[in-house]
């Protein structure tokens, strides 16, 4: 696995099939890894790789990949990371995938570099609504598993690191009338859960312009419908 080092991080990445470009950024919380892709209802690594050239990350500090821990540490920094690693391709222009944490991940690439991404999909994207609680709980166990790698960050980092991360509202990188902003055409992919509430999916497809939700997509019955409009939405927003 081929890996991006800048600083004191080490990302891990691979780089699978060939095609347009498509940045993958995996659900799992602060465990995102692509490893994850795997063992998710619809996988891209299995659906995409023959027409796409798929760069899927472990994010800082999750699968392979290692950084130091800042209390400043947030979305921002994450961000970094990704574009970063685009960069270090040489890629200019992709479409960005991702699930669960990928929804804020990808709001935050939206806002900050829209001239990097000509499409969006975004599968049951995390977001904020009577289940902060949750949040802060998986956080935690997250630190409790890398915590001994880092001694010397203090209960007081980590604080700051989690409310950097949790403390917003909606989809956390962005306010509805900041998506509202955000002209990417996104294809959105109902959450259903206590992590990925539909009300978040909902309010995101109707505050962005040009954002179309597909409701039921992840049950048996609906893969095959999925599949296609997923294949059939990148195909139409890929340059000739």
């Known amino acids: 696995m081929p890996v991006y080092e800048h600083e004191q991080i080490a990302i891990h990445y691979d780089d699978e099939g060939d095609g347009f470009p498509v940045l993958l950024i995996a659900p799992g919380g602060m465990r995102s890894a692509n ?21 899927g990350m472990d994010q800082r500090n999750a699968g ?86 880092h001694p010397s960050v203090s209960d007081d980092d980590w604080a700051s690191f989690r409310r950097n991360m949790w403390d917003g509202e909606f989809v956390l990188t962005a306010t509805p009338a900041e998506a509202a902003a955000v002209e990417t055409p996104m294809l959105v992919l109902m959450g259903n859960d206590l992590y990925h509430p539909r009300s978040t999916s909902r309010a995101l497809v109707a505050a962005a312009p040009n954002a179309t939700l597909i409701e039921q997509w992840k049950e048996p019955e609906h893969l095959a419908t999925t599949d296609a409009a997923i294949k059939d939405f990148l195909a139409e927003h890929t340059p000739r």
């Open 64 to 149: 392979r990949s290692t950084a130091p821990i800042s209390p400043g540490d947030g979305w921002a920094t994450y961000r970094g990371d990704q574009l970063g690693l685009l960069d270090h391709l040489g890629i200019d222009r992709c479409h960005v995938l991702g699930m669960c944490i990928g929804g804020p991940y990808i709001m935050g690439l939206l806002r900050a570099a829209p001239e990097r991404f000509e499409s969006a999909v975004l599968l049951q994207p995390v977001g904020i609504d009577d289940n902060r609680g949750a949040f802060e709980e998986m956080f935690e166990g997250w630190v409790a598993e890398i915590g001994p790698a």
């Open 35 to 55: 490893d994850v892709w795997n063992t998710t209802p619809w996988n891209p690594r299995a659906a995409l790789g023959g027409e796409y050239r798929l760069i």
